[in-house]
């Protein structure tokens, strides 16, 4: 079983969206909205209204060794039900 949720990703523009009701979740690359959602409601125990995923391109890096390459990776913009809150990014 692969992991689906990687990090949560605590930024000042996503604390924006935490008053929303939006958390901003670092994912596994392959996986799929329905698998994000799943993951958030069993983890978090909360009610998951919508999920929006996003492809973060990877770039070249320059290094002492010389340009490297940072992956690709995948975020997910994870909106909860009317009234529910994750406790994690709650005080940040």
């Not at 069993?42 to 492809?55: E, G, I, L, P, Y």
């Amino acid at each position: 079983m692969k992991q689906v949720i990687k990090a949560p990703l605590i930024t000042e523009k996503n604390t924006y969206h935490n008053a929303a009701g939006v958390y901003v979740f670092e994912v596994d690359l392959k996986s799929s909205k329905t698998e994000v959602k799943a993951a958030v409601e069993k983890n978090f125990k909360v009610k998951v209204d919508s999920v929006r995923t996003s492809v973060c391109r990877g770039h070249s890096k320059q290094t002492k060794f010389g340009l490297t390459k940072v992956a690709y990776w995948k975020k997910a913009y994870v909106k909860l039900a009317e009234g529910e809150k994750i406790a994690l990014f709650e005080g940040v």
